[in-house]
């Protein structure tokens, strides 16, 4: 990039102006509401993730690198990972075409920006606002282009079963394709936080009228205390996100770094032939993960394993298979580093709790199961050293937030969940057959991945989908039990969204 493109680009993200970066322009009343004074980021570093780069951090990198990525155009939720406290997803149905899109001509200084997001708090609005749309919310708005994703096009609706859920446990607003597009809010845990998320819904309501319907809402946030970051079984999440070239400033040990084109679309790596104004948008897989804890609890009680010394409690044996289903402890401390005892130190660590890849000296990795079965949550979704570390092209970014009560006294004593509770799940790639759904249905659904093992692996016993339920390795002393392992993450629904710039918004998107 020539040194003037470059100062002007940096210069323009420095400019923390109202409206330059995605942040409300301060000219009405409503937003005079939205730029109360905030002291605080609205994103929260949960211990053992990456942290977030500075702006300044960025222009050096991408200055350095002759690249840029302009981040003050890129809507917020993309890159940053699982980082929200508060977030809700608002999925709506166009009624009426053209009085959405003067909506959202007027709504699009509220679409937060990436830029926006890595500013100072006191720069940041009360909370983040990005918007997504359908294949169907882009045909109601009169676009019609093949955006080449054949996933998308369809729906993950159309999908689902190929996906190896069963339709039946879909919730009736997902059934079909209803929903046209989904805003998503974000925010803090700082009172009065709840308010903060309310006013925004509020002014959505307000903004767009009945030329949208609420199809519904799902209200999700960081679990209580010492469980924030982690999801509802009890383990540390969004740990092992890849770095994205032009963004990410700082690669973690055992960090994957991916071109930004893996995530974004139009960048390099990305090679799939589309509209020139989908530059910098993103497609989004959304899904409604029902998690069975009391049941997942009770399984790993009635199945805890022991170690090879025979020392371990029933409560230490459930905890011992619970860390060999996922791979990590519920610290988010690797098996492969720590296989016989959890380390909250080095789960803490986001420079030590990636810097693995299941390989090690005096080891087959064709058929040691002793550190990290090769049927793990991690491991599955994550092959690392069991491909050579070669498949870049399928990573994503995992942005999902907790949703529902934490578990009961009385749903641990009956073992049956009362209440609906689970993730939110949120993956971001420019291609979803290469992301999401191949880690789905390649991976985790698929009884011989990894390849080249010993033994069939079989599904990987989270969110693995299908039957049968088998996995083996998940006891090291006789690595040669089968597991059958009830579902415990049920899918209730989803959609395929297109996330794009807030350009292509307001160039594309809202014009007549």
């Known amino acids: 990039m020539h040194p003037f493109n470059i100062f002007t680009a940096a210069f323009s993200l420095l400019n923390i102006g109202r409206g ?5 322009n301060p ?4 937003n005079l509401v939205e730029r109360q004074a905030r002291t605080t980021p609205i994103l929260t570093v949960f211990p053992g993730q990456a942290a977030l780069p500075t702006l300044a951090d960025i222009i050096n990198l991408n200055a350095t690198n002759g690249t840029f990525l302009p981040i003050q155009n890129i809507q917020g939720d993309i890159l940053v990972g699982m980082k929200k406290q508060l977030e809700t997803f608002y999925f709506f149905h166009i009624n009426d075409p053209a009085s959405f899109k003067t909506a959202l001509n007027s709504y699009v200084p509220t679409i937060t920006s990436t830029a926006t997001l890595l500013s100072p708090a006191s720069s940041q609005p009360l909370a983040f606002v990005n918007i997504a749309f359908s ?13 080449g994703d054949s996933q998308f096009s369809s729906g993950m609706y159309a999908d689902a079963t190929n996906l190896g859920d069963s339709l039946s446990t ?14 998503l809010i974000g925010t803090d ?20 009228g009945s030329s949208i319907t609420e199809v519904d809402r799902i209200d999700a946030s960081a679990r209580p205390g010492d469980e924030a970051g982690h999801e509802h079984f009890g383990f540390l999440d969004g740990i092992s996100n890849p770095a994205v070239a032009g963004f990410s400033t700082t690669v973690l040990p055992g960090q994957t770094v991916v071109p930004s084109g893996t995530i974004l679309t139009g960048r390099l790596g990305d090679v799939a032939l589309r509209p020139s104004w989908t530059l910098d948008g993103t497609f989004m897989a959304f899904r409604k993960l029902q998690q069975k804890v009391p049941e997942f609890d009770a399984w790993t009680l009635e199945n805890a394993i022991q170690n090879p010394e025979v020392t371990l409690t029933v409560q230490q044996g459930a905890d011992y298979l619970g860390a060999r289903m996922f791979g990590r402890w519920k610290s988010g401390a690797p098996t492969d580093i720590t296989p016989l005892v959890d380390d909250p130190t080095l789960g803490a660590d986001p420079q030590s709790n990636n810097n693995f890849d299941f390989a090690h000296a005096n080891s087959s990795l064709i058929s040691d199961q002793s550190r990290c079965p090769f049927s793990a949550h991690i491991r599955k979704t994550n092959p690392r050293a069991d491909l050579a570390d070669a ?17 009961s006294s009385s749903e641990a004593s009956s073992k049956t969940s009362a209440q609906d509770r689970g993730m939110a799940f949120v993956e971001y790639q420019s291609t979803i057959g290469n992301g999401f759904r191949f880690q789905q249905i390649n991976w985790a659904n698929t009884a011989n991945f990894p390849p080249l093992k010993t033994v069939t692996p079989g599904i990987e016993p989270i969110v693995g989908q299908g039957s049968p339920r088998t996995a083996d390795g998940l006891n090291p002393v006789d ?6 392992v009830p579902q415990f993450v049920i899918p209730t629904g989803g959609e395929y969204f297109f996330v794009p710039s807030i350009s292509a918004i307001t160039d594309v998107i809202t014009a007549s």
């Open 189 to 208: 845990k700082l009172a009065p936080q709840n308010s903060y998320v309310s006013f925004y819904v509020s002014g959505i309501v307000s903004t767009f």
């Open 135 to 147: 294949s169907t919310g882009l045909q109601a708005l009169g676009i019609t282009d093949d955006l």
């Open 479 to 484: 690595p040669s039990v089968g597991y059958t």
């Open 170 to 183: 879909w919730e009736s607003p997902f059934a079909g394709t209803n929903i046209h597009g989904a805003f």
């Open 27 to 30: 000219n009405s009343e409503h």
């Open 20 to 24: 330059v970066l995605g942040v409300p």
């Open 391 to 407: 498949n870049t092209i399928n990573h994503a970014i995992r942005a999902g937030t907790p949703y529902g009560p934490e578990a």
